[in-house]
């Protein structure tokens, strides 16, 4: 997550800095992280490979020691003490965790034990700083996202890159390089310069890419921030209101009409005009896309005020990090709450959440032992596992529990009068006694699955009132883009986490629900007035995309279908076009027809000029494309498909093969199943 990387890329510049205070500048690029770990005050030791074979390091629990083999290449000497070093910094809830800023410490996580992690690190945790080619992916794979040990390997490995490669030096390094040097001399050369291997410097690279320019850090103290310096987009009058909306608040946004402009707007009048300090602002998203354009945008944002006063420590001490507003998507921040709080929801503090693949075998150990009659016919005894993994995920997300769902699927039964109301009375209650076999089988083994993520989230923060008063008390403002895709759990879930005066503030579009398949409903935007009684409801209605042709074409349509409650028209703000447009509705009795139709369409305005080149079909999914394309192609019209190459139906067949190679119990077994032979 980007707001994860920029945490961890601003602890490794504080500590830098520190450094730097307390011996001066070093001489050349090679950061001298043994004098650092020296100052710090932690001692470092040798073992030799017979005693922990396949161990690197570890930072021995309970003490100031580094422990390292013996006989390491120096490249990977120093990449393993970096990486010790930042278990010591981001992991201990005492010494320097405690005196570094952006680690945030809840009670629960001070009376944690330390070293309730496995602490030797061994050659996979370390791959970043093996020098082999073939060195294993340090990426997690399907159903490790969220393994706190994975994550805090995860976390040393990139601390250290961090450390070893600052941000600054290394892009004036790579600036002062001559053109004419061959990529492997100038790889070669950047890696000796910063006594690391070539796999570190070409991974701390690609990292470098998802990065601010120059990672913004803030004082912590809001009354130090120099807010004449925080530039607010420039705003029309609706955004302008919307931004400095009391709370609870709806942002009704148009399509085109700014929703990303005006959040981060948002964000600038609740730090400058509110005295809100950035740590304390939450904003919510859906996909990982958003919340990292979102974050880049926060950060072009702030990142004028961390230069100002970025040299001072301030009270958190010598490695203090100022934090930032924390930018994730709604599951990546209930994974993150259920990673510090597991035991409370009945997971191991190291749960997995099990991908589609595992569970699928999950549901078939549990189903052969019910006696089924409706989902489990003996021709094809999983037959009905997608559908009913679909349906437990419907239930949670709608919060619905194993018990409440039998104790329906009873009533439903008992109220039965004709037999078709009886048969859909008994699937219920199959698919209930499913359902509860299956969640005691991921409690038994303390994993959670994708929908439990928002359901425990929630759990957590209704039975644990001091969890959820430490977490309002963090964040003191909530921000959701896209409130349009939330289903009953996630709305559930945002009422306890802002609190009865609702401290949310949301933005959503009822013409782009693309969540319904989970719950989401564009009626939610009509249920907040509901819910929030105190709600300020905003509209945003200009529309800077679209010409007014196109405007018009689609609220003929929309309008007509969306609640009235959330109806809205736009107003284009974008002049029309030289070129005239026009928007024809064409109606075929099947597909043939409308294939024929588009092929005389297109073919029609080559004829009269335009190439091929500067006309598109846009369909509504993969199998029509297809289907287009080859129409077109009949007709010896050349086409280009769109698709990443990456999501092309027969690259996906070829990479779920070759990934049964290293996975075989992975999500590419359900595809490269389906394969012929």
């Known amino acids: ?100 800023a952006g680690t945030w410490l809840t009670q629960a996580d001070e009376e944690a034990d330390d070293e309730s992690y496995e602490s030797i690190c061994g050659d ?27 994550q805090r390997e995860g976390e040393a490995n990139a601390f250290a890159a961090a450390l070893l490669l600052p941000t600054d030096q290394l892009r004036q390094a790579i600036a002062s390089l001559r053109a004419s040097d061959s990529k492997r001399t100038i790889t070669r050369h950047l890696a000796t310069r910063f006594g690391v291997s070539e796999d570190v410097l070409l991974r701390r690279l690609s990292a470098l890419l998802t990065l601010p320019a120059s990672p913004a850090t803030s004082p912590t103290d809001v009354s130090q921030l120099p807010t004449s310096n925080i530039p607010t987009p420039t705003l029309d009058d609706e955004q302008r209101a919307a931004a400095a909306a009391e709370t609870p608040a709806l942002i009704i946004a148009g399509p085109g009409s700014g929703k ?58 010598p490695l203090a990090q100022p934090p930032g507003p924390t930018v994730s998507t709604i599951h990546a921040f209930c994974g993150d709450m259920l ?14 959440v099990i991908g589609e693949a595992e569970g699928y075998f999950l549901l078939r150990r549990v189903a052969s032992g019910l006696h089924l009659q409706h ?65 005691q089988a991921l409690a038994a083994r303390g994993d959670a699955d994708f929908g439990d993520l928002v359901r425990l989230c929630a759990r957590l923060f209704r039975d644990n009132p001091d969890v959820l008063a430490a977490v309002r008390q963090r964040f003191s403002a909530v921000l959701v883009d896209e409130f349009q895709d939330i289903n009953r759990a996630m709305g559930i879930l945002l009422r306890l986490l802002t609190g009865e005066d609702g401290t949310l503030w949301a933005v959503g579009d009822a013409d782009q629900a693309i969540y319904r398949f989970r719950g989401a409903s564009p009626a939610n935007l009509a249920l907040f007035t509901r819910e929030y009684s105190d709600a300020h409801v905003h509209h945003l209605s200009g529309n800077y ?35 005239s447009q026009r928007v024809t509705l064409a109606v075929a009795p099947d597909e043939a027809a409308e294939h024929a139709g588009l092929v005389s369409e297109i073919s029609a305005r080559h004829q009269a000029g335009y190439a091929w080149r500067d006309q598109a079909a846009l369909c509504r999914t993969r199998r029509q494309a297809r289907a287009v394309v080859e129409a077109l192609h009949q007709a010896d019209i050349p086409t280009r498909v769109a698709a990443p190459l990456l999501d092309q139906p027969l690259i996906r067949d070829v990479l779920a093969v070759l990934s049964l190679l290293t996975e075989p119990a992975g999500a590419g077994l359900l595809r490269a199943g389906d394969l012929p032979g």
């Open 260 to 317: 990303t402009t005006t959040l981060v707007a948002r964000v600038a009048y609740l730090v400058r005009e509110r005295g809100i300090a950035p740590e304390h602002v939450l904003a919510l998203t859906f996909s990982r896309k958003a919340a990292r354009e979102m974050a880049d945008r926060l950060g072009m944002l702030l990142g004028d005020t961390a230069g100002t006063d970025g040299d001072r420590p301030n009270e958190h001490g």
């Open 339 to 352: 990673r510090r709080y597991a035991p409370l929801v009945g997971l191991r503090p190291d749960f997995r």
């Open 124 to 150: 996979d945790d370390l791959v970043a700083a093996l020098e082999t080619t073939g060195a294993k992916s340090e990426l997690l794979a399907a159903g490790q996202a969220y393994s706190a040990r994975a």
């Open 545 to 579: 995309r679209s010409t007014p042709t196109i405007i018009a074409a689609a609220e003929s349509i929309a309008l007509s279908l969306l609640p009235g409650d959330v109806r809205m028209s736009l107003r284009p703000l974008r002049p029309s076009s030289a070129t």
């Open 1 to 100: 997550m980007a707001e994860e990387a920029t945490r961890i890329e601003r602890a490794a510049e504080a500590l830098l800095r520190w450094l730097e205070q307390q011996n001066g500048p070093w001489q050349d690029d090679r950061v001298p992280v043994d004098e650092l770990v020296a100052a710090i005050g932690l001692d470092v030791a040798r073992f030799s490979l017979a005693l922990h074979p396949g161990t690197l390091g570890y930072l021995e629990p309970g003490e100031e020691l580094i422990f390292l083999r013996a006989g390491l290449a120096e490249p990977v000497r120093r990449f393993t003490l970096a990486h010790e070093l930042g278990h010591a910094v981001l992991h201990r809830t005492d010494g320097l965790a405690a005196r570094t």
């Open 375 to 439: 989902y489990m016919p003996l021709t094809a005894p999983a037959l009905y596992f997608p559908d009913l993994l679909r349906a437990i995920s419907r239930a949670k997300d709608s919060l619905i529990e194993p018990e409440e769902y039998a104790a329906t699927a009873q009533t439903m039964l008992e109220a039965a009068k004709t037999p078709d109301d009886r048969v859909a009375a008994e699937r219920a209650q199959e698919l209930a006694a499913v359902y509860g076999a299956y969640q």
